[in-house]
């Protein structure tokens, strides 16, 4: 009988276990429950615009914006956008990268991000943790018709990271590379 019971308490725990439901939603909160933050770097030119800009990476909603003044003319032009990010966000602080840090050649692999982060500007990444984009992919990657889906899966396609690189005269293993543990 003691059998019994068990195997009938294991068959009920395994068909109303939400173990893949609960997994899928842990993997993404919503923003409203885990807000986005936003690191923007932007040139120096416009630090007296500060409250202005900070205000405009806060614009979408359900962000918590921090805002640096680059010390030099132009900050960096890379990109990063974190796994859960929505496209409209993401498109939206790619915008303001355009404006305030002339606009975006790199986009750093999500696997170097927490997951409701993006960083606009930002140099804290090594070349091997970044892929180069060109105007056409961004472009892509702008298009305001994409879903959050379909623009996260379009920004894992361009930050595909190289195995071998090239580091004293020599191809080696990229000491940055993360490799998928699915």
């Known amino acids: ?76 032009r890379i990109v990063a956008i974190g796994r859960c990010v929505p496209a409209y966000m993401a498109q939206h602080f790619m915008k303001k990268a355009w404006k305030y840090s002339l606009g975006t050649t790199h986009l750093v692999h ?11 500007g930002t140099s804290m990444f090594s070349e091997n943790s970044m892929s180069a984009i060109s105007p056409e992919q961004l472009n892509r990657l702008m298009d305001d018709t994409l879903d959050t889906e379909s623009f996260q899966e379009m920004y894992r396609t361009l930050t595909v990271q190289k195995e071998k690189v090239s580091a004293f005269g020599l191809m080696l293993d990229n000491p940055k590379l993360i490799r998928d543990t699915k």
């Open 110 to 120: 999500q696997g170097f991000v927490s997951s409701h982060w993006a960083g606009v």
């Open 1 to 76: 009988m003691r059998i019994f019971n068990v195997t009938i308490f294991l068959a009920a725990f395994i068909i109303f276990s939400p173990m893949g439901v609960a997994h899928a939603k842990e993997d993404c909160p919503s923003i409203s429950k885990k807000p986005v933050k936003v690191e923007a770097w932007v040139s120096k030119k416009y630090e007296k615009d500060y409250r202005n800009i900070r205000r405009e990476f806060a614009e979408m909603g359900n962000t918590k914006v921090g805002l640096f003044i680059y010390p030099a003319e132009n900050p960096s």
